[in-house]
């Protein structure tokens, strides 16, 4: 199935304003069929949620910014489906930020970077420590283990874990 049949096919009951919208965001950010559908999907869930036209959801400030924007049209379809993940998705974007704003309160320094599962999925970490001598990650270590001691690390684990 080409673009246009997708389109045609997904949008035939709605309303010409909706039908317009989303036009004008396939015109601009020239997403292919694949990721087409996806919006068209994500579209439908966030509008069964909320009882709402997709109209409503395309109509979001943030995600009209993002295609006015001067970046490429690769770059803003990327960031516009982030978006629209958001809007899909509003406890679990609530989490990535509690998480965000924890990391930002452990404050382990610019030697230790502890980065959380793509998607919040799997619960797993990584940490990435960079040194450029024994006493730095001696001092990189020490960061880290006041954390744990703080119970910091364990707040962390507690908001991947939560469903």
Same mark, same amino acid.
């Given at each position: 199935?080409?673009?246009? @049949?997708?389109?045609?096919?997904? %949008?035939?009951?709605?309303?010409?304003? &909706? +039908?317009?919208?989303?036009? %004008?965001?396939?015109?601009?950010?020239?997403?292919?069929?694949?990721?087409?559908?996806?919006?068209?999907?994500?579209?439908?869930?966030?509008?069964?949620?909320?009882?709402?036209? &997709?109209?409503?959801?395309?109509?979001?400030?943030?995600?009209?910014?993002?295609? &006015?924007?001067?970046?490429?049209?690769?770059?803003?379809?990327?960031?516009?489906?982030?978006?629209? +993940?958001?809007? +899909?998705?509003?406890?679990?974007?609530?989490? @990535?930020?509690?998480?965000?704003?924890?990391?930002?309160?452990?404050?382990?320094?610019?030697?230790?970077?502890?980065?959380?599962?793509?998607?919040?999925?799997?619960?797993?970490?990584?940490?990435?420590?960079?040194?450029?001598?024994?006493?730095?990650?001696?001092?990189?270590?020490?960061?880290?283990?006041?954390?744990? @001691?703080?119970?910091?690390? @364990?707040?962390?684990?507690?908001?991947?874990?939560?469903?």
């Amino acid at each position: 199935m080409t673009r246009d @049949e997708l389109l045609a096919a997904r %949008t035939a009951t709605w309303a010409a304003d &909706a +039908r317009a919208a989303l036009a %004008t965001l396939v015109d601009a950010l020239k997403p292919s069929t694949r990721h087409l559908g996806d919006i068209l999907d994500w579209l439908d869930d966030i509008a069964a949620r909320d009882g709402v036209a &997709a109209s409503v959801t395309l109509d979001d400030a943030e995600l009209r910014r993002i295609v &006015a924007s001067g970046a490429s049209a690769p770059e803003r379809l990327k960031r516009w489906k982030e978006r629209l +993940r958001r809007l +899909r998705y509003p406890r679990l974007a609530a989490r @990535e930020q509690a998480i965000a704003a924890e990391l930002r309160a452990m404050d382990c320094g610019p030697s230790v970077t502890i980065t959380p599962p793509a998607a919040l999925e799997g619960g797993m970490v990584t940490v990435t420590i960079r040194a450029r001598s024994a006493a730095e990650l001696g001092a990189a270590l020490q960061r880290l283990r006041e954390r744990l @001691e703080r119970r910091e690390v @364990e707040r962390l684990f507690a908001l991947l874990d939560e469903a």
